[in-house]
């Protein structure tokens, strides 16, 4: 089986608000942990968010909490992240990603995740 997913970024300036979106297609993820990852120039890519398989819980980075939420439709197979209060430093390639394995684990890996979706830039100016 092979997946793809589509994000949709843009631009914006430093306190605005920019909604993205992550669509699974060529399979369902409804029993797979999804989360938010980004990779700024000149630096490694970090974890940024990450949703249950049942949407109960969620996890963030530090640097976004309060101002980032992900959620999820596992009906249209989709996760969003809204970003608010953006920050130039939230300026990277932002890209969404699945796995079964528990987020404790995922940790542990490094978050290298099963399934990876097309990454899309986001920038934030000042």
């Known amino acids: 089986l092979s997946a793809a997913a589509g994000v949709w970024g843009g631009l914006v300036q430093a306190g605005g608000s920019l909604s993205l979106s992550c669509v699974a297609s060529?399979?369902?993820?409804?029993?797979?942990?999804m989360g938010w990852f980004r990779r700024a120039p000149g630096r490694e890519r970090e974890f940024v968010a990450g949703i249950s398989w049942s949407g109960g819980s969620t996890y963030y980075t530090d640097s976004v909490k309060g101002r980032f939420t992900i959620s999820r439709d596992t009906a249209k197979n989709t996760v969003y992240l809204q970003m608010n209060s953006l920050k130039p430093e939230d300026t990277a390639e932002y890209y969404c990603?699945?796995?079964?394995?528990?987020?404790?684990?995922?940790?542990?890996?490094?978050?290298?995740?099963?399934?990876w979706g097309k990454g899309t830039q986001v920038t934030v100016s000042s």
């Open positions: 060529g399979r369902t993820f409804s029993n797979y942990n």
């Open positions: 990603g699945a796995d079964p394995r528990s987020w404790i684990v995922l940790k542990l890996r490094k978050y290298v995740m099963d399934y």
